[in-house]
């Protein structure tokens, strides 16, 4: 199974709401990541978690809150974001972090009105 | 800090024409990741080039990193719809995805 799945594939939210991206992969990787990407341009790195610890958090606003409840697990909570939010969350993960291919999950489209 | 520009940033091509994207790094990179986008999709890993001066192939894709490390290509031979995407370099460094050069192939 290489495969790394996403929740929920779209999700639109007020900015008073507060909603969670689910990512889950069974690969038995120790690296997680989550990535945010504009329309027409590359992905953006915004937080690793290597062997269920945060590792890199690209200075991400504290209204993206990353929680890794087990090695499969990645979660994204979302709390009073702005409409300059909206994007495509991509999840990816790989056997370790950095030096190995990711794996990239289809992504949740998120609309903040 | 690091910047990883990819040209072009777009690229027109006629089917069976080839195509080359040039991934450049402000810095050296320890190794460079090359991923594919389709339209709607999300990035697919292609290759990883480690050493100085590397060249891979797969198929009509071929790979090259710069001796010094800063810099990388992607050439394709003889381009088919299939190919239509964007092709993005990316650092292990500090995964950073370059520019991306979006490939469109015309029937």
């Known amino acids: 199974d290489t495969e790394v799945t996403q929740t929920p594939k779209h999700l639109v939210m007020g900015m008073t709401n507060k909603k969670s991206l689910k990512c889950e992969q069974h690969m038995g990787h120790r690296a997680m990541y989550w990535y945010k990407q504009k329309a027409k341009k590359p992905p953006e790195l915004m937080f690793v978690?290597?062997?269920?610890?945060?590792?890199i958090n690209e200075s991400v606003p504290s209204r993206f809150s990353p929680e890794c409840p087990n090695s499969s697990l990645l979660n994204l909570h979302l709390h009073a974001l702005q409409p300059e939010d909206s994007a495509l969350y991509l999840c990816a993960s790989s056997q370790e972090r950095a030096v190995y291919e990711q794996y990239f999950g289809p992504g949740t489209r998120l609309t903040v009105t | 800090g690091q910047q990883v520009m990819q040209i072009p940033q777009y690229q027109h091509v006629q089917e069976g024409e080839d195509f080359t994207t040039y991934c450049n790094s402000s810095?050296?990179?320890?190794?460079i990741q090359w991923y594919k986008q389709r339209p709607g999709g999300h990035p697919v890993f292609l290759i990883q080039?480690?050493?100085?001066?590397e060249v891979k192939k797969q198929k009509r894709l071929t790979f090259q990193f710069g001796e010094a490390k800063k810099n990388s290509s992607l050439h394709i031979t003889a381009t088919q719809t299939t190919d239509v995407g964007t092709y993005f370099c990316a650092g292990t460094n500090n995964l950073f995805f370059g520019t991306g050069t979006r490939l469109t192939v015309i029937p």
């Open positions: 080039l480690v050493k100085s001066g």
């Open positions: 810095t050296t990179l320890s190794n």
């Open positions: 978690y290597s062997y269920e610890k945060l590792s």
